[in-house]
Nanobody
Framework: VQLQASGGGLVQSGGSLILSCAPS????????MAWYRQAPGKQRELVAL???????EYVPSVKGRFTISRDNAKNTVYLRMNSLQPEDTAVYFC????????WGQGTEVTVSS
C-alpha cells in the first residue's frame, strides 16, 4: 500500500491549505488514520488523528486551526489547515494511527511570515 499525500504548497502566514491522503494502487480502505509532520531538523510528530468512529484528536499547537476528516466514499483523509503559521512549515505525511504502513513521500507545506 502506498499512501499519497497531496495539497501542500507555499502560503503566507494566516493562510489555509487542504491536504489529501489516499492509497494508490491498492484496495486498502482508510479508517483509523493520522496526519504527521516533520519539520527540518526535527522528529516526525503526530498532528491529528481520526478513528474508525470519526472521533478526532489534535496536538495542542494545531487545535482550533486544523481539522481532520475522512470521506469513506472517496477513500480519502483530509487535513484542513487554517491560520497557518511559520512554525507549521514541515513535510506532512499520512499513515494509520499505529504507523503500520510504509511512509509515503509526504507533501511539503511552507508558511512564510
Amino acid at each position: 500500500v502506498q499512501l499519497q499525500a497531496s495539497g501542500g504548497g507555499l502560503v503566507q502566514s494566516g493562510g489555509s491549505l487542504i491536504l489529501s491522503c489516499a492509497p494508490s494502487g491498492s484496495r486498502y480502505r482508510v479508517r483509523s488514520m493520522a496526519w504527521y509532520r516533520q519539520a527540518p531538523g526535527k522528529q516526525r510528530e503526530l498532528v491529528a488523528l481520526i478513528d474508525d468512529r470519526t472521533n478526532t484528536e489534535y496536538v495542542p499547537s494545531v487545535k482550533g486551526r486544523f481539522t481532520i476528516s475522512r470521506d469513506n466514499a472517496k477513500n480519502t483523509v483530509y487535513l484542513r489547515m487554517n491560520s497557518l503559521q511559520p512554525e507549521d512549515t514541515a513535510v506532512y505525511f499520512c499513515n494509520t494511527i499505529t504507523r503500520s504502513l510504509p511512509w509515503g513521500q509526504g507533501t511539503e507545506v511552507t508558511v512564510s511570515s
